[in-house]
């Protein structure tokens, strides 16, 4: 049983939640300010957190900030904030997934379920792959980068496009195949999502983020994984 923090100070949003999470058998906390939600996700370890960013004592992006300071939990923003720059700055803190208010419940539980299916690991059946370059290593198995012989923390939807990516070496992969393995079908014009990812996994992995050799550009069509 998969648990979920719901963070939201709309006590009707919350309720709605509750109620359609444990009809499907998750186990659910709830919180209406920022720091009742960090103190939740420390105590509680969430499988995935439902976060608005408009809360009542501090900005929804720094409560993503203060969860990824030591987790990689999957963070989906459920948010009245309608503008990309608001979008691209919740993404690039940390969230996973961004879902604007008013939204269908049916599509926030299938994105919730998704952020918690590219979290869980890769059992060693479906086959053990470790892919070398000068500076860094991908084991897809274990699901562990390492990097001048440390850890590399990424969050889940950074793995997971790290992984499409290393899984087609030296191949084309379009924008509208990334956005919809890693974000779900009915993304395929969301490209500043891709922006905002590939750019962090060139500053965590890439020798020389703005000259990248691993993680290349083909303008206007998609990126490409050069080992």
């Not at 990824?68 to 997934?97: F, M, Y």
């Not at 539980?109 to 690991?121: G, M, N, S, W, Y």
């Amino acid at each position: 049983m998969h648990r979920v923090l719901v963070v939201d100070d709309e006590p009707q949003i919350v309720r709605a939640l509750v109620i359609n999470l444990k009809a499907r058998k998750y186990e659910v906390d709830s919180a209406y300010d920022g720091a009742t939600a960090l103190r939740l996700a420390a105590e509680r370890h969430p499988d995935v957190v439902v976060l608005d960013l408009g809360l009542p004592d501090m900005d929804g992006v720094d409560v993503i900030r203060g969860i990824r300071g030591w987790t990689r939990v999957p963070i989906l923003v459920l948010s009245a904030r309608h503008s990309s720059d608001e979008k691209v700055a919740a993404l690039d803190a940390g969230a996973d997934d961004y879902v604007t208010k008013p939204f269908g419940m049916d599509e926030l539980l299938a994105r919730l379920r998704a952020a918690v299916r590219r979290a869980e690991p890769v059992s060693a059946a479906e086959g053990a792959v470790t892919v070398e370059t000068e500076s860094f290593t991908v084991d897809l198995a274990a699901k562990k980068v390492r990097r001048n012989g440390a850890d590399v923390r990424l969050t889940p939807t950074e793995w997971h496009l790290l992984e499409v990516l290393v899984r087609n070496s030296g191949r084309l992969v379009s924008q509208k195949q990334l956005l919809q393995e890693v974000w779900g079908p009915s993304y395929g014009t969301e490209t500043n999502y891709l922006r905002v990812y590939v750019a962090q996994l060139r500053r965590k992995l890439e020798g020389d983020p703005a000259h990248p050799r691993h993680f290349v550009t083909e303008p206007g069509m998609g990126y490409r994984f050069e080992p």
